[in-house]
């Protein structure tokens, strides 16, 4: 942040030091606004802190039940590598899930510009199906 300008007193100084404080100021607005912003969303994800964690709780549960199934297909006599692949490609997915789930998070919470970017609308879609299919399934 820039220091304060001096104020001056004769008349050609006077509007360029006018102008240096309308620009200082603005540029205070700016930075108190970014700030905000910035803790608007931290704010968010701790209101989210439990479904944050339970979105990432769900995929990570999965890796560690995909893995102890490939220990017991491991430990078999004749072990079905067709069922061990598919077993490690699902906990595979489920560790890039968790992932991006984390990425998200901390995109969310940074302090950088906002950044806008073309997203296919039914991979969209698919996310936050994945996400609810749980909370959609489950009785009430």
Avoid at 6 to 20: A, I, P, R, Y
Avoid at 54 to 70: G, W
Avoid at 71 to 87: A, G, I, M, T, W
């Amino acid at each position: 942040m820039s220091a304060l300008p001096k104020k001056c007193t004769s008349g050609f100084t006077t509007l360029l030091c006018d102008e240096n404080f309308r620009k200082y100021y603005e540029q205070r607005e700016q930075e108190h606004l970014a700030e905000l912003a910035h803790v608007a969303r931290v704010h968010l994800v701790g209101e989210l802190g439990s479904s944050i964690a339970h979105e990432v709780n769900q995929p990570l549960t999965a890796i560690a039940n995909y893995t102890q199934a490939c220990l017991h297909l491991l430990v078999s006599e004749q072990p079905d590598l067709f069922k061990l692949r598919n077993v490690l490609l699902k906990t595979h997915q489920q560790a890039l899930k968790a992932g991006q789930i984390i990425k998200g998070i901390k995109v969310l919470v940074s302090s950088q510009q906002k950044v806008r970017s073309y997203a296919a609308v039914n991979t969209l879609i698919q996310n936050v199906v994945s996400l609810c299919r749980t909370d959609l399934n489950s009785p009430r």
